[in-house]
């Protein structure tokens, strides 16, 4: 059965009882509560034993164990397939093929403990389809929330000189001019963007590190734009004058906020942004690259990245900012279904946030990058039924949910994952992969050193 059936199924009501309740609030845990779910709704939280349990409803006992919300990844590239670089992302993609293997990589993510995603750009623009079928009940995913493809000007974003002059590319949709930037925003919420998506910041070849790419006045034309169609808009910014600007155009989320300065930082604070950090890719680079052949030389680097800016995040936690939580799984550094829960213990271990607030920034903050803020990341009568139960305490030791060992239950839309349904395992797909013709040089010096002549 898909694991998004909703109660016109017949889904027995579900019980979960006796358990200790992270509420998604970022209150202590309640220990002894009871939650019972009905289709997509929690009908009841209370203590053990004063819930009035309805006749045909199972049971799972949750004595010893945890029941907390869903996570929600507020940075997931679902659509990317766990590429190794850019070249495989721009043209290694097509969208029927990057299509339908979606659709084989989301049930790792429920599998993971991942009821809801945000996607903030997609390969050839195939999120608002993948998640209307997914919506539909035809195959099992998540809820998602979704971007088309990024507003990139002709300067590009992370991939340099791969980004055409116009037109559009795998994830990147190529807006020259102020005109072209309101056409393409119209174009997405027409073809059902949940999110528009800005990348402020690129790579150019003479400058280190990232450089704003994008005007104050050409962000304003897209949050304008988007906005009067009540559309929010997200923006990639690793710079802290992109955070700026982005933050005085109207820029609902900041993905990264890297090195954000004072005046970043208050203007995010005045003008209501969120920010999402995005640690995990980064602190995967740092700490295992070597182990994967990736960033040989760059873990310091990217270790001074995240020190740097969760200073300033960590600030604007206690200013009131709020904070969200995301993976950037879709990359051979952060594959889909195994990475989700880590950004939570770089919140704790870079932010000093307790493990019960960083969950609360995976799920009920979260929730803003759903669009779904109170319904969804709480668990509270009348919120969504998207429910963990987990055998440990993650309140004291926040990793234990990048464990998927630990997930005794997985409730999406008020339906029980299959847990026991094996990992989606696949051979390779021809042509995915960049194809090289070798990984060094052959000189004919090599050679003649290889045959003992040299
Ligand atoms: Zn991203």
Redesign the pocket.
Known sequence: MPANTDQSTGNPVLHLSNGSLIDGTGSAPLLGTDVLIDGDNISAVGPHGTVAVPAGARTIDASGMTIMPGLIDA?C?VTFDDAQSNDELFFHRPPTTAAMITLFNLPKLLLAGVTSMMD?DTVMGIGPEVRDVVESGAFPGPRISTGVQALLTSVGGTAGRLIPDDGRVGYAAVVNTIEEMVTETRRQVKHGADWIKIHATGSIPTHAGELQVWTLDEMKAVCDTAHALAVPVVA?CRSASSTRDAALAGVDLI?HASFMDDEALQAVIDNGAALCP?FTFLANLADYGEQVGAGVGMQDIFRDEITATAAMIRVAYDAGVPILCGS?SGFALTPYGHWHAREMEVFVNELGLSPVEAISCATRTNAIAMRMEGELGVIAEGARADVLVVDGDPASDVTVLQDRSRLRAVISRGSMVDLEQPWPERRSIAGETVGNWAAEILTYERSMAAAGKG
Request: aromatic share 0%; charged share 15%; glycine share 0%.
């Open positions: 940075h590239h903030p990639h993905m995005t950037e």
